[in-house]
Nanobody, 115 residues
């Protein structure tokens, strides 16, 4: 049974926007950090954005100023607003949760930026 359910990926033109959502409501343990990772074609998985329970954030240099991560602690929902997308952002995006008992990964949602 999937613990993390992602949605919001798709095909978008360069300069466009997408919003990814991760539903982590099935995780019953306390969550410390939530975040998004991505893996592009022929590349290693990399951290995109992280957010702590207190709201502190960390972004990859390549997405600073374009992506915004946020979370609804009451609903255990994670969002990633992606603006000014470019072809280098094309990747499978994975939701990540670091809880007190273990780490969780989503199944991934594909984001393709192409004209």
């Amino acid at each position: 049974q999937a613990q993390l359910v992602e949605s919001g990926g798709g095909l978008v033109q360069p300069g466009g926007s997408l919003r990814l959502t991760c539903d982590a409501s099935k995780i019953i343990y306390s969550i410390n950090v939530m975040g998004w990772f991505r893996q592009g074609p022929g590349k290693q998985r990399e951290s995109v954005a992280l957010i702590t329970i207190g709201g502190g954030t960390n972004y990859a240099d390549s997405v600073k100023g374009r992506f915004t991560i946020s979370r609804d602690n009451a609903k255990n929902t994670l969002l990633l607003q992606m603006n000014s997308l470019n072809p280098e952002d094309t990747a499978a995006y994975y939701c990540y949760v670091d809880a007190v008992n273990e780490q969780y990964w989503g199944q991934g949602t594909q984001v393709t930026v192409s004209s």
